[in-house]
C-alpha cells in the first residue's frame, strides 16, 4: 500500500474529492440551509467540527474495539450510534452557550446526525485503510470543503435572488444546477491532488 501524506488527503478532500461536489453527500441540508451565507457559515462550521471529531471516534472504536472483537460488520451501526451522540452533544453545548445559532439552523442541527456525508466521511476512511491522522486529515478537509461549497452557494443564491428565473427553477431547481456547474468546476482541481 503507497503512504499517501495527510497533507494531500486535506486539500484532496477539499477541492477534487469534495464530499458535496464529488460525491454528492451531504446534499439534503446542502440545498435547504444553502439561502443565507451567515446560516450556511454556521452550519459548515458545525459539520467541520463534527466531521473532524467523528472521524478520529469512529477511527478509535472501528480499531480499537471493532476489529479486535472481530466485530467489523457492525461497523454502519456503531458508526451511526457514535455519531449520533456526538452531534447530540454538540446541540445541547450550542443551545446552551450559542442561543441566536441554535435557533438560526433550526432542524438542520439535529440533522447533521443523519447527512450521509458524515456518515461517509467515516465509512471512507475505513475502506481507503488511512491511520489516525489520514482520517483527521480528512475529517477535517471535507468538512472545509463541505463548508466552502455551501457557502459559495450560499453567495451565488443571494447574488440571483432577484434574477428573473423561470418558475419551475425556483428554489431547489436552480440549486441543482448551480450545483452542477460548481462540480464542473471543481473538476478543474482534479489534476492537482487526488486520491482514491
Known amino acids: 500500500m503507497i503512504e499517501i501524506n495527510p497533507l494531500v488527503i486535506f486539500f484532496a478532500s477539499i477541492f477534487t474529492n469534495n464530499m458535496i461536489l464529488s460525491n454528492f453527500l451531504g446534499m439534503c441540508s446542502f440545498i435547504a440551509v444553502s439561502s443565507e451565507i451567515k446560516t450556511s457559515l454556521s452550519l459548515g462550521q458545525a459539520v467541520t467540527f463534527v466531521l473532524a471529531t467523528t472521524s478520529v471516534l469512529n477511527y478509535l472504536v472501528y480499531h480499537l474495539i471493532l476489529v479486535p472483537l472481530g466485530l467489523e460488520y457492525l461497523r454502519f451501526i ?8 456526538f452531534v447530540q452533544l454538540v446541540e445541547m453545548i450550542i443551545e446552551r452557550y450559542f442561543e ?4 438560526s439552523l433550526g432542524i438542520f442541527l439535529p440533522l447533521i446526525t443523519v447527512n450521509c456525508a458524515i456518515l461517509g466521511v467515516s465509512l471512507f476512511m475505513i475502506i ?3 491511520d489516525l491522522i489520514q482520517s483527521f486529515a480528512f475529517g477535517v478537509g471535507s468538512g472545509l470543503g463541505w463548508t466552502l461549497a455551501i457557502v459559495a452557494m450560499a453567495g451565488i443564491r443571494k447574488k440571483i435572488m432577484g434574477a428573473k428565473i423561470p418558475k419551475g427553477l425556483e428554489g431547489a431547481g436552480i440549486t441543482l444546477i448551480i450545483t452542477g456547474i460548481m462540480a464542473l468546476a471543481f473538476l478543474g482541481f482534479s489534476g492537482i491532488v487526488q486520491i482514491q
Do not use: G, K, M, Q
Open 100 to 103: 441566536s445559532l441554535y435557533y
Open 78 to 85: 456503531v458508526f451511526i450510534i457514535v455519531i449520533a451522540a
Open 128 to 130: 481507503r485503510d488511512y
